[in-house]
């Protein structure tokens, strides 16, 4: 934790030297929480809903041990409030298929500078995957999720996230991951990396990995993600993903 503390410090110090932003982002502009496993700190804009979905294959011995199709569907309820509902649609493992636990997600925003802003994010899972099958939990979860984003020189955007995961399962799994990003092209073309741990708890064991992927803008309202994970700890599986974010446009 005092790691943690110290990265979050180095990039608050480093945003406040960061140049304004020149342009403001559309609301029609695609702002992705996927690839990673961490999210910003930012919302999709009051009235707009956004849908991320991807394809996955994860396994320990092989990327055939599980596949699945997951959603996140995000909707800006006020310029520092975006709800969103998420889950596996369908996941496939060695005791078969199925849709998985899906869940709500809050999250709370402000921004402190053209370059940085903050955000708390909650969540709670209900049991709707069979656990039997290995699909679900089995029971309700919560989890609650501190973020700082920042823009730092040289076009760099930095993700640091941290919190309990798993909340209701025993002793709560700490999310820890420090994320980075680097666009090409005016954004058209983007890289992405990840390091992320989630430390022992009663909703499972320690995993941690690296995780590396690439964005492309496809219009004004859509980007393609496509990547991978590999596994700093065992019993982590490694990963391979491809997915797309769009923006749905003004809802209400």
Not at 159 to 188: C, E, H, K, M
Request: hydrophobic letters at 45%; aromatic letters at 6%; glycine letters at 18%.
């Amino acid at each position: 934790m005092r790691q943690l503390l110290r990265l979050l410090s180095a990039a608050a110090i480093a945003a406040t030297v960061a140049t304004p932003r020149a342009v403001a982002q559309s609301p029609r502009a695609p702002n992705p929480e996927r690839p990673t496993f961490a999210t910003h700190a930012y919302a999709v804009a009051a009235g707009y809903g956004e849908l991320e979905q991807g394809l996955s294959a994860r396994g320990i011995h092989s990327l055939r041990d599980q596949t699945s199709w997951d959603i996140n569907l995000k909707l800006g309820i006020s310029p520092h409030a975006q709800v969103a509902l998420f889950g596996p649609v369908y996941t496939r493992g060695a005791d078969g298929g199925g849709a998985g636990d899906f869940g709500l997600a809050l999250k709370l925003c402000t921004v402190l500078s053209s370059r940085t802003a903050l955000a708390v994010v909650s969540s709670v899972t209900v049991p709707t995957g069979s656990a039997p099958r290995g699909l679900g939990a089995g029971r309700a979860l919560g989890g609650l999720v501190g973020v700082l984003s920042a823009d730092l020189p040289g076009g760099v955007h930095v993700d640091v996230n941290a919190g309990p995961q798993g909340i209701g399962a025993g002793a709560p799994q700490w999310f820890i991951s420090l994320g980075g990003g680097l666009g090409f092209g005016g954004g058209r073309v983007g890289i992405t990396f990840e390091a992320f741990t989630f430390t022992p708890g009663g909703a499972g064991s320690r995993t941690a990995g690296i995780l590396g992927a690439v964005t492309l803008r496809l219009a004004e309202w859509a980007m393609a993600d496509a990547g991978g994970v590999v596994r700093t700890a065992s019993g982590t599986p490694d990963q391979l993903f491809v997915g797309m974010t769009t923006n749905l446009g003004r809802l209400f």
